[in-house]
DNA sequence: GTCTATATATTGATAGAC
DNA sequence: GTCTATCAATATATAGAC
């Protein structure tokens, strides 16, 4: 591995532990195993590193997401699947977990954030969608509104599970998400 | 006002506007006109501060909550202007704000956060208890996984509404929910 | 209680050798 | 491309006068 991806490992790993103002380029040095030298011949500061990790695990996330929500098999299971997958509640989301420390702040630094919600947006949005369209949805629910609220209810979800330090929050989201949305009375 | 308060008042200001990390003891004497001396007869440091101006923060805060969630009136109405209230989307929440960047990492910082939503969490709990007991909630509704539910989604909503630079993004939401909870395939 | 002056460690970046 | 040495600015805290 080389120097470069090295220092933009360690800087995803520690954007995720730590958040962009706690990690200092020595941080991230120390962590990669790398010099002054290689971080500034590579990237043109801490800013313009974090971005290219940011983009990094924009992508890895995007990734994983669109191989469940935009796979094959119903709808309806993809979108229990999104709301049930095991997450690392506790250490918050990769991205979402840096929206109040950047985004607006900086406009460089928040564009691949907005991208990645945007996207995401888009995959549940599409979801949703057939959903409808093979009844295991209400028609008359708004495809938009109702992706933003899963996405909501997820990125909700990491911050009470870090705010109240518990395991379980995820899990009572889903519960109730998947009742409003498919159970019926009857369950 | 006293130094003190002035202190604490900056502070409630500042983690609001710029976080924990990024918020530094002689940003706080800046815009509360004070001087090295009164920070630190009156905190033992930037953190003992912080602490005093979260727990202020958490007390407002819940004051209002209460103010609606445990007034008097249909519990349907307070759950809809629970979801519905207006919010400085963009600033993110604050006392949400702070998680990713204290909360478990250090105990005594992360005890006021804590105990805020815990407290909504009840409050919230005892109006969804009422609405199914009126009727205008199904009974088979877990209380405790919805009140989760409904706070994770106000929380995610701020965490999208800065991540996306969008000031829609909790109206989206509280219609979304309030269609899931209350509106029939009539509606 | 409040102020100014000072101290120490860390941050983010530069310089220059190899 | 990578390293070590160094730097100016800032973060956080202490000292001591009033």
Redesign the pocket.
Known sequence: M???EALIDATKQLLWEKGY?A?????IQALS??????????F????DLAIAALEEISREMLDIMRDNLAAKGPAQQRLESYLCKPRESLKGCRVGRLANEISMQDPQLGQPMRAYFEELTELLKHAIREAQEDGSLPAHLDAGDLATTLLAVVQGGFVLSRAQDRTDIHQSIARSMINLLFGGEAR
Chains 1, 2 share one sequence.
């Open positions: 080389s120097k470069k103002e990690t200092s380029p020595r941080d195993a790398t010099g002054q030298g290689s971080f500034y011949h590579h043109d500061g801490k800013k």
